[in-house]
């Protein structure tokens, strides 16, 4: 079992008083860590699902596509279909064919995000001197090739521009680790070249909100966005107007939180992800923290 967020003082902390319509949730750091589900995650999407609520699972994580997300979540004990959740593989397909359908790119990403714009129609080269845009995401396979083949494309022929899939700087893990996300080759790519990122398909952009939005049918005000990080998935939220809460099993910390102004800070405060449930029906439920 995960383990909880440390003690925080209730002082700090701000749970809802009612239920919403819709509940977007962030995935790494928040629904999850590594392969375990956070504490009182499984009860709170069966409860909220019971109540006919829209649930949505939300990751700027690129290395994995919908239906991967379905099996792991699936797999961790939580059935989700794959239209149940978005991630910046889903964003940067559709924002492609939106507004560049006809470009050449050249993705530094997984093959979740290769797989995608192939099946999508959309064409890919490692050729400098044909690419249009060059895709900086989160990606294992990094190396000093890629990175000469985007500055051949963007400083050399000047003729691409930087997008990314996410601007996260590390990928959470389990014990307070993690990994170098997808940010870290954005400043790779735009240290050697002078260029600067113009669009970014993830949280906090409104590209990923919108999406999630169409989806769901629901205004942004009468749902609510969960997360582990302030400068993506609350930022997104607080843009737009919509609710949103922090929990404190990823990287945002009590410390942190109180650092940042007011404007800056969400709606909710959490221990524990299963507190958007409001205080009464806990009680109604018979819920305890020591039960999951």
């Not at 601007?167 to 070249?193: L, Q």
């Not at 843009?239 to 709606?267: H, I, R």
Request: proline letters at 8%.
């Amino acid at each position: 079992m995960a383990e909880p967020a440390p003690a925080v003082s209730s002082d700090t902390l701000r749970f809802p008083d009612k239920l919403y319509e819709g509940y977007v949730f962030d995935l790494d750091g928040t629904i999850y860590l590594g392969d375990e589900l956070l504490p009182g995650v499984k009860r709170l999407i069966l409860e909220l699902r019971e109540r006919g609520k829209k649930v949505i699972f939300l990751s700027n994580n690129p290395t994995k596509d919908p239906e991967m997300y379905s099996e792991k979540l699936t797999k961790l004990g939580l059935p989700t279909p794959k239209e149940e959740t978005v991630n910046t593989v889903v964003t940067m397909t559709q924002w492609l064919l939106q507004n560049h359908p006809d470009a050449t790119v050249f993705p530094i990403a997984e093959e979740p995000l290769k797989n995608a714009l192939r099946d999508a129609g959309i064409k890919m080269s490692e050729n400098p001197e044909e690419i249009d845009i060059v895709i900086a995401s989160y990606d294992r396979t990094f190396e000093y090739r890629k990175l000469q083949i985007a500055f051949d494309a963007i400083w050399f022929h000047k003729r691409a521009m930087l997008v990314t899939t996410n601007p996260d700087r590390y990928c959470p893990f389990p014990g307070g680790r993690g990994e170098p996300d997808a940010a870290a080759i954005v400043a790779a790519i735009e240290a050697c070249t002078g260029a600067k990122c113009e669009v970014n398909v993830g949280k906090p952009d409104p590209i990923m909100l919108k999406t999630i939005m169409d989806m769901i049918g629901l205004d942004a005000k009468d749902c609510v966005m969960t997360g582990d990080r302030l400068y993506t998935e609350i930022r997104m939220a607080l843009d737009a107007g919509m609710p949103s809460a922090v929990v404190f099993t990823g990287e945002t910390t009590p410390e942190m939180l109180e650092a940042e102004t007011d404007e800056n800070k969400p709606e909710y405060v959490l221990d524990r992800i299963d507190r958007l449930i409001p205080q009464q029906i806990w009680e109604e439920l018979g819920w305890t923290e020591d039960d999951e």
